[in-house]
C-alpha cells in the first residue's frame, strides 16, 4: 500500500507540473506574485523537499542496518547490539521528524482570495497535505507502527486497486519492520536447540523488509525529483 501510495503521489505532481505550464495558471501566479499565498506555496514546496529527503535518508539507513544484520546472521556472530543501537537512532530521527510535522501543520483558509489564485493554491496546497501524509505512513512504518487516521486521505485519493474492506485491513496490519524486531527478539530469548529455525526465519523476514525497502526506495526517489521538478517551475514562473 505504502508503494502504492509514494507512486500515486508522483503521478499527481506529474499532473500539477502540467497545470503549471497552463498560460492561464502562469498568468495567474504571476499576477499575484507579491501576495502571502504565493509565498506559503514556496514555502511549502521546499517544506515537501526536504521532508521526503529526510524520509529517503531514513528509509536507506534502515536497509543498511537491515543488510548488516543478515551478514551478522549468516556468520552465526549472534551479536545484534549494533542493530539494536541503529534502530534507537533510527527512531529518534523518526520522532524528531514527526514532531517537526505535527508543528508546521498545513492548515489553510482561502476565504480572501479571489477565485482563480484560490483553485491554483488550493490545488497546491492539497497535494502538498497528501505528500505529508504519505511520508508521516512511511516514517510510522519504519517505526514499526500502523499509519495514523492521514493513512484513509492518501489511500482514497492515489490507492486506486479495488480490494476487499477486510483484505485491506490485512495489509494494513503488516509491518515488515515489527516483524523483524519481534524475529530478533525470539532468537535472543530463546535456546541455542532452536537457534537454526530461529535464524531462517529472522532471515527471511529481513529479506522481505529489504526487498519492500528497495520498491520504497526507487518510489521516493522519482518523488524527490518530481518535488524538485515542480519547486523549480513554480520559482520560474514567478521570477518570469
Not at 504519505?134 to 485519493?157: D, H, Q, T, Y
Request: with cysteine; charged share 25%.
Amino acid at each position: 500500500m505504502l508503494q502504492d501510495g509514494v507512486n500515486g503521489i508522483v503521478g499527481l505532481y506529474e499532473s500539477v507540473d502540467d497545470l503549471l505550464h497552463l498560460t492561464h495558471t502562469q498568468q495567474v501566479l504571476v499576477r499575484h506574485r507579491d501576495e502571502k499565498w504565493v509565498d506559503k506555496v514556496l514555502d511549502g514546496s521546499l517544506r515537501v523537499v526536504d521532508l521526503s529527503g529526510t524520509t529517503r535518508d531514513v528509509l536507506l539507513e534502515m536497509k543498511q542496518h537491515a543488510q548488516e544484520t543478515q551478514s551478522a546472521l549468516r556468520r552465526r556472530s549472534g551479536d545484534f547490539d549494533q542493530y539494536r543501537l541503529s534502530k534507537k537512532n533510527i527512531s529518534k530521527e523518526i520522532r524528531k521528524c514527526l514532531g517537526n510535522l505535527k508543528r508546521g501543520g498545513n492548515k489553510h483558509v482561502f476565504s480572501s482570495l479571489s477565485d482563480d489564485l484560490m483553485a491554483v493554491v488550493s490545488v497546491l496546497s492539497e497535494v502538498e497535505a497528501i505528500t505529508q501524509s504519505i511520508c508521516e505512513s512511511l516514517l510510522f512504518f519504519m517505526s514499526g507502527s500502523r499509519p495514523r487516521s492521514n493513512w484513509a486521505l492518501v489511500s482514497k485519493l492515489v490507492y486506486n486497486k479495488r480490494v476487499h474492506k477486510n483484505d485491506e485491513q490485512e495489509r494494513r496490519d503488516i509491518n515488515e519492520v515489527k516483524n523483524v524486531d519481534a524475529a530478533l527478539c525470539a532468537l535472543t530469548r530463546n535456546s541455542k536447540s532452536q537457534e537454526v529455525v530461529l535464524v531462517e526465519n529472522a532471515q527471511k523476514h529481513l529479506s522481505v523488509l529489504v526487498t519492500s525497502i528497495n520498491g520504497l526506495e526507487e518510489g521516493l526517489e522519482n518523488l524527490f525529483r518530481q518535488l524538485i521538478k515542480t519547486r523549480v517551475s513554480l520559482l520560474n514562473i514567478l521570477s518570469n
